[in-house]
């Protein structure tokens, strides 16, 4: 049963969502006619309360959609599509330690919070101060967060890894930075995270995707990946079903790295094919490495493997 002060879902017969906070005699004044707050406690989770019109409207328990969906906005928005995906790969759970840069208005810190469980921990970092109080008041309106520390600093200056009010000497378990310039901070990054470790980065552009590519390149980082996640809604009717008129389509480009020493001995078993050699002899060239004896030798090298 909801109680004051929980936060709820009302829901018209159209199927519009409205977030609601129940508080005592502050009754929601709809064209449809007022719903009291006392009506709203008095019925389960998925019941239903009349309007003073005699209007039904259901009350259910907010998901985690509504929640990041619901919360107020001055950046950029980051949708719940991506969310999940870049929460899969970065292994948030209980017990694990994540980082994220910048909190924005707190909707991925949300997400974070939610799936990192009572044992697991949130760093969250924002330089800019409307942004960092905006996300916490977001997070707490939320009601979760009680596994999240936010920080109000710039990440040019790391991420607290020796601070014993941050990481403590305790090196984070991932990292997700949605910065616009992810790059000027891999060297942080891997003074904050142990080995193995996954990195998420969000951007909007597509050239700041190859810049950020290049500068993976000439770090311990391997097993990079680039994508972009479309979601195609259908109508569903069963004898008419066909996809929507409208998708949610391309919102940002999604890159997914590790932080991996590199091994002279692992490279050395690796086969390379025609389009893997090419490739190969266009990457030592972007990183001055393209003498003509290194690139002899290491194709002849995956023949013999070969």
């Not at 969906?69 to 950029?76: A, E, L, W, Y």
């Not at 997700?176 to 142990?194: I, S």
């Not at 290194?294 to 002849?300: A, M, P, R, V």
């Amino acid at each position: 049963m909801p109680q004051y002060g929980d936060l709820v879902c009302i829901v018209s017969v159209k199927g519009r969502r409205k977030m609601h906070r129940i508080i005592e005699k502050e009754d929601w004044h709809t064209q449809h006619g007022t719903v009291r707050m006392e009506d709203i406690i008095q019925v389960p989770y998925g019941g239903e309360v009349k309007s003073s019109l005699g209007v039904p409207f259901r009350v259910e328990r907010p998901q985690l959609f509504d929640l990041i969906m619901g919360i107020k906005r001055q950046t950029q928005i980051m949708y719940p599509k991506d969310m999940g995906y870049i929460c899969m790969k970065l292994g948030v759970g209980n017990g694990r330690t994540i980082l994220e840069a910048g909190s924005g208005s707190g909707g991925f810190t949300i997400a974070l919070s939610w799936f990192s469980g009572e044992k697991g921990r949130v760093h969250s970092f924002e330089a800019r101060e409307e942004f960092h109080k905006l996300a916490k008041k977001n997070v707490a309106w939320a009601g979760v967060g009680e596994n999240v520390t936010f920080h109000h600093r710039d990440i040019e200056n790391g991420f607290g890894i020796d601070d014993p009010e941050i990481l403590n000497g305790q090196k984070a378990d991932a990292l997700f930075l949605d910065v616009r310039t992810p790059w000027d901070y891999l060297d942080h990054a891997l003074k904050a995270l142990v080995p193995g470790a996954p990195i998420a980065f969000l951007l909007p552009c597509i050239d700041q995707v190859s810049t950020l590519l290049l500068a993976l390149e000439k770090g311990p980082f391997e097993s990079t990946e680039v994508t972009e996640i479309l979601v195609r809604p259908w109508k569903a009717v069963p004898d008419r079903l066909r996809p929507a008129d409208r998708m949610c389509a391309h919102t940002c480009f999604l890159v997914f790295t590790k932080h991996q020493e590199k091994s002279p001995e692992w490279d050395s078993f690796i086969t390379l094919g025609t389009r893997e050699r090419k490739q190969h002899v266009a990457k030592m060239k972007r990183l001055g490495l393209d003498t003509e004896e290194n690139t002899e030798n290491n194709i002849e090298q995956n023949e013999d493997i070969a």
